[in-house]
């Protein structure tokens, strides 16, 4: 089992992975994206990186393909382990879900907010209270973890739910009825995670 990698980081792919070289090797990392925006701080000067990792093998009917998941510490590991024992979520669904801060996600689950859970990507309300029903009461001490001052990009401002909400509003649709149509589409498909994803279901509820 990896347990820790430490290389220089070769390459910054556009869905929330890296390739680290380790002696010549390279290995894929997935990194969760709230994760990943905190990694640019976290560089060597030369490059180099050291991350705790996931080990696990995703096994399909032909083969299994080892994954790695990267953090920077052993408590944002242990996190997301105990995210993962929620029954229909698996490594890579948390590592799409984790787009907030830590603490944030903990005091949702603390205080049974699963309207904010329901903001995380691939999360819908059923998967939501699923989640505050496994783990309230449990993951207290990850609240601590001191990540809410962190700075976002611009770019990463907006999530895809805002995104699709946006849109909605520049076809003339009133805020409050491009929000329940949102809502409406979030309730029937609670796999979306991405805005033309949101905004194709709010199309086929339109025409029924």
Sequence with gaps: MIAQIKGKVVHIGKKNSILVDVAGICYEVLIPSIIMRQLEGNFNEDGSIHLITYHYLQTDMARST?????????????????????????????????????????????????????????IGMQRAREIVAKLQGKVGKFGLIQDKKMKE????????????????????????????????????????????????????????
Excluded: C
């Excluded at 946006?166 to 149509?181: D, I």
């Design 153 to 208: 990009p611009q770019a990463e401002k907006m999530n895809w739910q805002e995104e699709a909400l946006e849109v909605l509003l520049q076809l003339q649709y009133k805020r409050k009825e491009a929000q329940e149509m949102i809502h409406k589409a979030l309730n029937r498909k609670q796999d979306i995670s991405s805005a033309e994803e949101l905004l194709n279901e709010v199309y086929r509820q339109r025409k029924k």
């Design 66 to 122: 080892p994954i790695l998941i990267g953090f920077l510490n052993e408590v944002e590991k242990e996190f997301f382990e105990e995210f993962i024992t929620v029954s229909g979520i698996g490594p890579r669904a948390a590592v799409k879900a984790f787009s907030r801060p830590i603490s944030e996600i903990v005091k949702a689950i603390d205080e049974g907010d699963t309207g904010l859970l329901t903001t995380l990507p691939g």
